[in-house]
């Protein structure tokens, strides 16, 4: 087995399975000025909470990080767009200089003033973190005189990873939950979390919960509004998918209001299957719910299996590459393209722990390469030595796949089709399928003769 060549200084963040006895760094701080796909604390905080639809998102710093992370996911709202608008107080040389406090509360005054929403979200970028700006105290004094919720988001950027930005938007929700009144909430609720209503997945997901006879109190924070936020703590389980995301809001939860969670995913058949039977379980006091599921489960795999077939008859053999944000979604995405008959020989992620990557070893075959916060370089040289077919990842990565003449999956934030669900699992292998067998590729340097469908 040929090795893989490691720079010395990323070695203890890269594994390969087979070669050597496990052991990989992760959650280790990305350098000054380096490219890594990984984001910041800033834009971790961001993805979280941007899709609560009825409420105001202000960025308080240059207008840069504003339009870094605008629009930034394809996440879905049914009723209020104002999560889509991108709000920033564009500090400036003077600002800097002299303190950028008033510059914010008049912002904020105004903003609420004009699209009068439920509640608002202040991020604190670098500079921030950097000239002190007392930004709790502001949002106090808006909160008091407004009469609505405005929350501080602690996001500087330089102070850790995309993980912590993750949990600093955990605590600006959780100052929320609980403040609003529990209406008739029923005995099988709970709270769906780390789903952001991508394309629609949320809906889709909600429904399948909806059939099994069970009551979805809040999304966090998919086509979120903030009043079901505030009364979420009276549902009786948590359900979380994105887990790096919402597990520390999940954690706050069963601490301080006694609601269990559950981890999922609902990805590929096998795992959207085993999360609803998990939810089914835990309500296991009602054996109605656990019929429902039995046959909703039943009725959708029978409905989709044979144009899987159809695909893994085409693309079985095929070589593909992960790399995402959780380590969790990679898990279902082996599953997935396993149900198609493709073998994953790469796979990574960015907020990866080492429980994770235990996991994802065990669930790789020899000779696959396990990576941590990779960078462009990497992720194309261990694409060209393992003759990759396709890569799963986000659009970051897009651009490095087609150069290579590699077949792409977008899985990330700026997706249009769902992913989620057994209809999902059908849109993933028409687009495993509709990438792989283009005959585009037949153009790359790399490839001789292309794909014959």
Not at 141 to 146: A, D, G, M
Not at 167 to 178: D, K, N
């Amino acid at each position: 087995m040929k090795s893989i060549q490691i720079l010395k200084e990323r070695k203890r963040q890269i594994y390969h399975k087979g070669e050597e006895a496990f052991k990989i760094e992760c959650g280790k701080k990305s350098l000054a000025g380096s490219v890594s796909q990984r984001a910041c604390v800033f834009c971790g905080s961001r993805v979280v909470l941007y899709p609560i639809a009825d409420a105001l998102h202000l960025i308080h710093g240059p207008i840069g990080c504003a339009s870094y992370t605008w629009d930034i996911r394809g996440a879905l709202s049914s009723g209020p767009q104002l999560h889509r608008m991108s709000f920033s107080t564009d500090l400036q040389e003077r600002d800097i200089i002299f303190g950028g406090e008033k510059k914010l509360y008049q912002a904020l005054v105004k903003l609420i003033e004009l699209y009068h929403p439920n509640a608002a979200f202040v991020y604190a970028t670098c500079i921030i973190g950097i000239i002190g700006d007392d930004i709790d105290s502001v949002c106090k004094r808006v909160t008091e005189e407004k009469g609505i919720p405005v929350l501080p988001v602690h996001s500087e950027g330089f102070k850790g990873t995309k993980k912590d930005g993750y949990e600093a938007a955990c605590e600006a929700l959780s100052q929320l939950v609980g403040t609003g009144l529990i209406k008739n909430k029923g005995k099988y609720s709970l709270n769906i979390m780390g789903e952001f209503n991508i394309a629609g997945e949320a809906w889709t997901i909600k429904k399948y919960y909806e059939k099994m006879g069970l009551e979805v109190s809040a999304i966090f924070t998919g086509d979120g509004r903030v009043d079901k936020i505030k009364s979420s703590h009276g549902a009786k389980l948590n359900v979380v998918q994105c887990s790096g995301s919402m597990l520390h809001l999940a954690q706050i939860m069963e601490e301080k209001y006694g609601i269990p969670y559950i981890r999922v995913s609902y990805f590929g058949i096998e795992d959207m299957s085993k999360a609803l039977y998990d939810v089914a379980d835990f309500f296991k006091d009602n054996l109605q719910i656990m019929k429902q599921t039995r046959e909703l489960v039943l009725k959708e795999i029978k409905a989709i299996s044979p144009e899987i077939k159809k695909y893994k008859k085409i693309l079985s053999g095929k070589r593909a590459a992960i790399y995402v944000g959780g380590a969790f979604k990679a898990f279902s995405m082996i599953k997935a393209l396993r149900t198609l008959g493709m073998e994953v020989v790469l796979a990574g992620s960015q907020t990866g722990n080492e429980d994770d990557y235990k996991l994802l070893r065990d669930m790789c075959e020899d000779g696959t390469v396990i990576v941590d916060d990779a960078n462009p370089l990497e992720l194309s040289k261990y694409c060209l030595e393992k003759k990759v077919d396709l890569f799963v990842g986000g659009v970051k990565e897009r651009p490095m796949a087609y150069k290579l003449g590699i077949g792409f999956c977008d899985h990330n934030h700026e997706r249009k089709i769902s992913l989620a669900g057994y209809s999902g699992m059908i849109n993933f292998a028409k687009e495993v399928y509709s990438s792989v067998t283009s005959p585009v590729w037949q153009f790359a340097p790399r490839r001789k003769g292309g794909y014959k469908t």
